[in-house]
Nanobody, 122 residues
Framework: QVQLVESGGGLVQAGGSLRLSCTASGFAGSFSDFGPMGWFRQAPGKQRELVASMPVSSSARYADSVKDRFTFSRDDSKNTVYLQMNLLKPEDTGVYYC?????????????WGQGTPVTVSS
């Protein structure tokens, strides 16, 4: 059973940085077979939105609101994806979720982390 565990959220002042991690466990085969991937966030009272994605065999893409501030990366040797967040703004506040998909052949698994809260104070 695939599990995703997130970490790295917290309270930070505007202009600061955080790095979120999402580590997968409980699967057979290689982590490199996971994809596409995404980081989502849900601000208080708002719908969940996609902030960064990494399609299969392609470079990361970003929402306009985070472009040039956030970086999505993966380390297959650690079964982990990251979201480096720089120059944080109060509007970046929310709960951040990682999402990984994997094609197992007879079905496509869709997996979510538990969410990690990020609060940016002004």
């Amino acid at each position: 059973q695939v599990q995703l565990v997130e970490s790295g959220g917290g309270l930070v002042q505007a202009g600061g940085s955080l790095r979120l991690s999402c580590t997968a466990s409980g699967f057979a085969g290689s982590f490199s077979d996971f994809g596409p991937m995404g980081w989502f966030r849900q601000a208080p009272g708002k719908q969940r939105e996609l902030v960064a994605s990494m399609p299969v065999s392609s470079s990361a893409r970003y929402a306009d609101s985070v472009k040039d501030r956030f970086t999505f990366s993966r380390d297959d040797s650690k079964n982990t994806v990251y979201l480096q967040m720089n120059l944080l703004k109060p509007e970046d506040t929310g709960v951040y979720y990682c999402n990984l998909q994997r094609n197992w052949g007879d079905f496509v698994g869709d997996y979510w982390g538990q969410g990690t809260p990020v609060t940016v104070s002004s």
